[in-house]
């Protein structure tokens, strides 16, 4: 079992950055691929990027590519989401989630969620 509890969200302006932390429970954490997603208010929940288990890998949506890194700490058993240049199109609920295996774009591959963090943009 792996339980991931996210922090950092919150309201900044178009153009500023935001930190996401996503902390994940359990021994197991680094043999876990890891996720962010978002979803905002009437739409479909898409992903955002996705790191495999040593940092070696990464994908990312056309949409953050170049603004947006991931990284993760396996001694501290957390995965991190560097969020720059922000814009007001980004502003979502953020979620990070687990998977065993490969790294995936796909939400519905993923086992364990967290709860959210709310990310607002204004512009």
């Known amino acids: 079992q792996v339980q991931l509890v996210e922090s950092g969200g919150g309201l900044v302006q178009a153009g500023g950055s935001l930190r996401l932390s996503c902390a994940a429970s359990?021994?197991?954490?680094?043999?876990?691929?890891m996720g962010w997603f978002r979803q905002a208010p009437g739409k479909e929940r898409e992903f955002v990027v996705a790191?495999?288990?040593?940092?070696?890998?990464?994908n990312y949506a056309d949409s953050v590519k170049g603004r947006f890194t991931i990284s993760r700490d396996n001694a501290k058993n957390t995965v991190y989401l560097q969020m720059n240049a922000l814009k007001p199109e980004d502003t979502a609920v953020y979620y990070c989630?687990?998977?065993?295996?490969?790294?995936?774009?796909?939400?519905?591959?993923?086992?364990?969620w967290g709860q959210g963090s709310q990310v607002t943009v204004s512009s």
């Open positions: 989630a687990a998977r065993w295996g490969r790294t995936s774009l796909g939400h519905e591959d993923y086992d364990y």
């Open positions: 790191i495999n288990w040593s940092g070696s890998n990464t």
């Open positions: 359990g021994r197991t954490f680094s043999r876990t691929a």
